[in-house]
């Protein structure tokens, strides 16, 4: 429906807005500037600061245009001398308190509070008196705070109730004594705590990581987009000698909007390691030698061909660039190696034939925040993916209901939740028991093993009120997550998710979870399809059965088997037993060394032109911030290079959009929403119902080599020792205490946890929480374990 | 943490305050009882502890900022452990202008302590900056604890003094 339409003069200008809109919009919309401090376009009007006075005709004072709306016929002036009276003394009480440190200020010369000051300030101060001085508080590794500048906007108080869900911060006290802070000391929770920093118009508060570091004039701001999830998200990085030394967010309404997630934000630290590998190491009878570019890459060229393609296997991280991922898997399949993949944390491939021609939403991020009903299955969308949470958590304050089948009680935030927790091998049924409320004749294209299973299902009461949920809830989305992929029976989880949300009309996402994972399926990095999704007659093994045995050599792409892999004591195993290893990697690490033959030094994002598709489809490219370190050089050019040591033709690029230029031939630029999924024929079922299982997620800020070193993230809230949770019942039955050391058993391996109680997991499933620096050595994150009691003397 | 994990932390008497307070407001607007529940806290400690309150955080559905922020703003609210028994001279002006001066000079060199201080036998409290308690008809007064003292003279003070145990 059209808004209604109002004309108004600004100025003496006319302008035309919408009937409804506060003034202060408008005059942005149209480029007259009005200062403002506690205003913020993204958050709830508080008109508490009172800078943005303007005159009124009629009125009898100033009103702030924050809190004016606009009506027909309104005469505005933003600069007359009644304005500019009423601004400039708002602005001499609040430089009452605000302290005149602005060269040591962080915010100095990006300052609100300094601009405006310069722009409607009196040159000297007519105070003399005492100013107040509030104590700084201690809000974690990652926002520093000097609250004596603090001029209470309460920008960040609104930020964390309406946009991060969680109201941490507060203003206690009163009049003079108010101050903005915890009360109780402790850390800001919330995973896109970070924003605070940029709602602040002051210097109050400030990003820890980088206090001090730089001044703005002297940074250089480059566009990029942020590798950890499938947003891809919008940033900027702010670079100083070649170094980031900080990111904000750079808006993008359809994506991030003004916000981005703290690993988003933090996750450069991850870049200026001493770790970092800076020219290429080859192995030989001495130990490691560092080596030059030619001759490493003869090694590699001369090595691989001693193995048949079928001994070989390929594997790369989703967070890579597409026109990486891309050569990749052209190069070594020019060899006739198929075994490439780059699904390293998925447990079940069955139905990969049915899988869309990429993971994705099934609608646009934007789209999100339209829908009346979620269903997340397996997903702890918060920590997966921050940036969709918000949009989700945008749609829930207009009254969306989230449903969430999972095995544990995870916060999202969201204003309307409820959470169906079962053990994961009771998740088909549970699935099975939902799918039963379709009518029956509407089930004949499932596959038999699922029709007998959901043809015995009678539906519970949850499973009957998602059911009704989704079908009468219109716009409505059903979303599988990371928990799930790494799922055994993931492929007949998918089906019946998927009959379930054809018969809802529901959207249907299978959220991709790193930056490019989208990207890696488009372009064929994959066992059984080639670039474009076209099927492969001649596929190769997906990472499980690469890892299972026949290969005796691997591609190791930006990935750190110990931490990236499903099953990382396999995927390590497998490494150390191969005869030959060649590790693509930004970072050398000690295991790599133990395991690797050649060791090639690549950029990271921040440090080349690359492009990722997140998951809605979308292409993005971003030019480099920075040169990689040493004699590390963009993968594709290493790419490149490597394909004339082995005399390969078609690799004649010589920039990576060239390389775009020949992805974007092979794919079109497609939004393959469409997969075949309902109809999947060849589905896992087997599971052991009686046992115990173990179910893990990878923790928020380990999600990929470059945010498991980003050593603020690390120091968060977030990361959390190894330890071990069950029900209250399931700790009586095997005898155990809480705060008991308790032995895991899982495939042959074992490992000792502390254990932990937690009433929301149902029985038989024990939560093991996994540490983002140290291995899981039991191996899959869902999987049957045996618990076993410690005896002590 | 469910209403369920409360008894442990919050008494009888609190959660039956907050229940009285919250059957006059409407359901979705549980936090209008954060009054009601902060006083019933005091009343029965002396002071807000932090653990009480986030307890009634929990129950009505706020987060405990929201709680802290409230009871940090009135100045009634003590955050911190005082005497036994409060006393709240008025000083503002009908009081002063009938001698409050004067009793709250007595109260600090009887009592040894200053304003905003407790005794360190722990039983009073002399609370700082009283302002107008809508008495001034019997100025100078006193809030003892709940009850309002007026008309005070040094005497009267000493004999209200006597009578607290």
């Known amino acids: ?793 | 943490m469910t209403p369920a994990d409360l008894p442990g932390t919050l008494s009888n008497y609190v959660r039956g305050e907050m229940d009285d307070w919250l059957s006059r407001y409407p359901v979705d607007q549980k936090q209008s009882a954060v009054l009601g529940a902060l006083r019933a806290l005091q009343h029965e400690d002396g002071y807000l502890k932090t653990e009480k309150m986030d307890a009634v955080a929990t129950y009505l559905d706020m987060p405990p900022i929201a709680v802290y922020e409230v009871a940090s703003f009135y100045s009634m609210f003590e955050l911190e452990p005082v005497g036994k028994h409060t006393l709240a001279v008025c000083t503002n002006l009908s009081c002063m202008l009938c001698g409050a001066d004067k009793i709250v000079e007595h109260l600090e060199h009887k009592l040894g302590i200053g304003l905003g201080e407790s005794t360190p036998d722990g039983k009073f409290f002399l609370k700082k900056e009283e302002e107008c308690l809508a008495a001034c008809c019997g100025a100078p007064m006193m809030q003892v604890n709940h009850d309002y003292e007026e008309n005070l003279t040094i005497e009267k003070v000493d004999r209200i003094l006597e009578g607290l145990d």
């Open chain 1, 1 to 793: 429906m059209p808004e209604e339409q109002i004309q108004l003069f600004i100025n003496d200008r006319e302008v035309h807005a919408s009937k409804g809109a506060m003034l202060i919009e408008v005059a942005d919309q149209h480029d007259i500037r009005i200062p403002r401090f506690c205003y913020h376009k993204k958050l709830s009007v508080a008109a508490n600061c009172r800078m943005c006075m303007v005159e009124v005709e009629k009125a009898p004072k100033a009103l702030p245009a924050c809190a004016t709306p606009v009506a027909e016929g309104m005469r505005v002036y933003t600069h007359s001398p009644a304005a500019l009276d009423a601004q400039k003394s708002t602005m001499e009480f609040l430089l009452i308190n605000h302290p005149l440190d602005c060269p040591v200020c962080d915010q100095g010369g990006e300052c609100e509070l300094q601009d405006t000051a310069m722009g409607y300030g009196e040159d000297v101060s007519r105070y003399t008196e005492r100013k107040r001085v509030v104590a700084d508080k201690e809000l974690g590794p990652l926002v520093s705070t000097d609250m004596t500048r603090c001029i209470h906007c309460t920008r960040c108080v609104r930020f964390g109730s309406e946009v991060a869900g969680i109201r941490e911060l507060g203003a206690t006290g009163r009049g003079e004594f108010m101050e903005i802070g915890t009360y109780v000391q402790r850390s800001l929770t919330s995973e896109l705590s970070g924003n605070v920093i940029d709602v602040c118009p002051v210097g109050a508060l400030n990003a820890k990581p980088s206090r001090m570091r730089a001044r703005s004039w002297e940074m250089l701001q480059c566009a990029g987009l942020s590798p950890h999830d499938a947003m891809g998200s919008n940033i900027y990085m702010h670079v100083l000698r070649n170094t980031v030394v900080r990111v904000v967010p750079r808006e993008n309404d359809e994506l991030n909007e003004t916000w981005i997630a703290d690993r988003d934000r933090f996750s450069y630290e991850g870049l200026h390691t001493p770790d970092r590998a800076t020219q290429p190491l080859v192995r030989t009878a001495r130990g490691w030698e560092s080596s030059s570019w030619q001759a490493s890459l003869d090694v590699l060229a001369r090595k691989i061909k001693q193995f048949s393609p079928e001994e070989v296997g390929v594997m790369a991280a989703a967070h890579s660039s597409l026109e990486e991922q891309y050569l990749l898997q052209k190069l070594f399949r020019c060899l006739g190696i198929q075994n490439i993949d780059h699904r390293v944390r998925q447990a079940d491939f069955t139905d990969q034939e049915y899988m869309p021609l990429f993971p994705n939403l099934g609608q646009s991020i934007e789209s999100l925040e339209h829908n009346n009903a979620v269903f997340l299955i397996g997903c702890d969308i918060r920590l997966e993916q921050p940036m969709l949470a918000h949009r989700i958590r945008k749609a829930s304050a207009r009254g969306c209901q989230v449903v969430a089948l999972n095995s544990r009680d995870f916060d999202f935030l969201f204003a309307a939740q409820v959470n169906w927790n079962q053990a994961p091998q009771a998740w088909l049924q549970a699935l099975s028991e939902i799918v039963k409320c379709i009518p029956d004749n509407e089930l004949r294209d499932l596959p038999h093993e699922l029709k007998e299973i959901v043809e015995q299902a009678s539906p519970s009461m949850y499973a009957r009120h998602i059911f009704e949920l989704l079908s009468q809830a219109g716009t409505c989305s059903v979303f599988l997550g990371a928990m799930l992929d790494s799922h055994p029976q993931a492929s007949a989880l998918r089906a019946l998710a998927a009959v379930l949300a054809r018969h809802t009309h529901a959207n249907f996402g299978l959220l991709p979870q790193a930056g490019n994972t989208a990207g890696a399926w488009l372009c064929g990095l994959l066992p059984h399809r080639l670039a474009g999704g076209v099927p492969n007659p001649d596929a190769g093994l997906d990472t499980t059965a690469m890892l299972a045995g026949p290969c005796k050599a691997f591609v190791l792409f930006n990935l750190e088997p110990e931490f990236d892999f499903a099953n990382a004591p396999s995927a390590l195993e497998a490494m150390q037993e191969a005869d030959f290893v060649v590790v693509f990697t930004p970072y050398v690490s000690e295991s790599m060394r133990s395991y690797a033959d050649v060791v090639l030094p690549i950029a990271t994002f921040a440090e080349m032109r690359g492009t990722y598709v997140n998951a809605e489809g979308r292409w993005q490219t971003a030019d480099k911030a920075i040169n990689p370190p040493g004699q590390a050089r963009p993968a594709w050019r290493i790419l490149r290079v490597l394909a004339d040591h082995l005399g390969l033709e078609g690799f004649t690029h010589e920039s990576s959009q060239q390389v775009l230029e020949e992805i974007k031939v092979q794919t079109g630029e497609t939004t393959g929403f469409e997969g075949r999924l309902h109809e999947s024929k060849m589905v896992q079922t087997q599971a052991d119902p009686e046992g115990i299982y173990r179910v893990s997620a990878t923790p928020m800020y380990a999600v990929d080599n470059v945010v498991r070193r980003a050593n603020s993230l690390q120091q968060t809230p977030y990361e959390r020792s190894p330890r071990v949770a069950m029900c209250e019942q399931l700790a009586r039955e095997l005898g155990v205490l809480e705060e008991d050391e308790v032995r895991i058993v899982q495939d042959g391996r074992a490992k000792v946890l502390k254990l932990e109680l937690d009433p929301a997991l149902p029985m038989n499933c024990v939560w093991v929480q996994k540490s983002s620096r140290q291995v899981d050595e039991l191996g899959n994150a869902i999987a049957p374990v045996e618990i076993q009691r410690l005896d002590h003397d």
